[in-house]
């Protein structure tokens, strides 16, 4: 398969500071028959005093794009993505937290992130924190992360309503992301007894993206602007344009990657990276 892939920060209409990063590269790695497709998708949503968030997000993007770039270079004999993702998460959490422990400036820093690692048509997901990633096949939109927020934990416990969640006290309150401790706990998508991958195909359409898109626009209407999306980049642009157009009051990131029938021979190397 072939993908379309773009990537798109904005500060929104209320912040002054962008603290969000986010990161997507298309290329290829070479094997001994033919070239591997590989695909690295990552969304951070820095937290922190002094534009200490920034830094955090930066970090986060820059540190796990490198080191499982660095993996995959490394491997001897056939590489182990389900892992690489997770090391290459508790690396960046390491060196940030760090980072935030040798700075007085940087104390309170920390981000979420959502990582998502491609193969070929196969998936491997891994995150901390609030930020999303989405599936959109056949005309269905399916969250594929669970949110590691308060309002999400009440509403599984279902001691609050979603109508009662948009006004809850509690909204934008997380309890795990990268940074504030020396050790993480990062989900993957072999969460809940699933295989360690998803099998993309033909027509499937990703979404990954920070709270300040999910805080103003719905799954529904994230289906809605991706079906009519032209690409990746135009459909950024319109749920982009949506949130700030509800109020954009937090940084919003997103990266849209869609899935074609094609051939990978002779792939050009192509990154993105959006930060603030």
């Known amino acids: ?59 986060a993007v820059q540190i796990i794009s490198t080191t499982l770039l660095d993996k995959f270079r490394e491997a001897k004999g056939a590489p182990s993505p389900s892992l690489f993702v997770k090391q290459a998460i508790e690396k960046a959490n390491a060196e940030i937290y760090a980072s935030a422990s040798g700075n007085p400036h940087l104390s309170s820093m920390g981000t979420t992130v959502t990582l998502g690692l491609r193969l070929d048509n196969r998936l491997y997901l891994a995150h901390a924190g ?54 993480v ?24 993206c920070t709270d300040g898109l999910t805080g103003h626009v719905t799954d529904d209407e994230i289906l809605d602007c991706v079906q009519r999306g032209d690409d990746a980049r135009s459909t950024c642009r319109d749920l982009i ?26 792939i050009q190397s192509k990154s993105h990276v959006d930060s603030g």
């Not at 951070?44 to 930066?58: F, L, T």
């Not at 706990?185 to 990703?206: E, F, M, P, R």
């Not at 509800?246 to 990978?264: C, P, Y």
């Open 241 to 266: 344009l949506l949130a700030n157009l509800r109020g954009g009051e937090d940084n919003i990131s997103l990266i849209v990657v869609s899935a074609k029938a094609g051939k990978n021979k002779d």
């Open 130 to 183: 609030d930020s999303r990633a989405y599936l959109i096949r056949k005309g269905k939109i399916k969250q594929l992360t669970e949110d590691h927020s308060v309002i999400a934990q009440l509403l599984k416990a279902g001691m609050i309503t979603p109508e009662e969640a948009k006004t809850h006290p509690d909204q934008g309150k997380i309890f795990r992301c990268l940074g504030t401790s020396e050790q």
């Open 1 to 59: 398969m072939i993908f379309d892939t773009a990537t798109l920060t904005d500060p929104g209409m209320v912040r002054e500071n962008n603290e969000d990063s986010s990161f997507a590269l298309e290329t290829s790695l070479p094997t001994t028959s033919e070239a591997v497709s590989l695909g690295i998708y990552i969304v951070a949503d820095g937290m922190g005093g002094h534009q200490a968030g920034e830094v955090a997000s930066k970090m």
């Open 185 to 208: 706990v990062i989900d993957t998508y072999a969460q809940g007894g699933k295989k360690d991958n998803l099998i993309l195909q033909n027509g499937d359409i990703l979404v990954f």
